[in-house]
């Protein structure tokens, strides 16, 4: 890891947001087992593949709404989930209130 990289991971707090979303996902009752196993493996695939934490995070804060809003095991879903969860996505908007997919 470069210097930039870690004065960046210590700026953005990048270790302790990628414990926080993992402790979430793991004490989250709304997420199955098989899900939280799932999400942790695809966490353990991305930072052996160089993804860095930072970019992890975000990936996990995304699926772990994404599998709230699924409110079924990944396996399970099928297509009318995906476009369900699609129609969430496209009309979710920010915290001032403009839309997300713009």
Request: glycine share 2%; proline share 1%.
């Amino acid at each position: 890891m470069s210097i930039l990289q870690s004065i960046m991971e210590d700026l953005y707090n990048t270790e302790k947001r990628l414990e926080s979303i993992l402790r979430k996902i793991n004490d989250s009752k709304e997420i199955s087992k098989s899900n939280k196993k799932l999400l942790v493996e695809f966490t353990n695939h991305c930072l052996a593949d160089s993804v860095g934490k930072n970019k992890a995070s975000r990936y996990l804060y995304d699926l772990y709404n994404i599998t709230i809003w699924l409110n079924k095991d990944f396996e399970k879903a099928n297509k009318q989930d995906i476009e369900r969860i699609m129609v969430i996505l496209q009309s979710a908007t920010n915290k001032s209130g403009e839309p997300y997919s713009e």
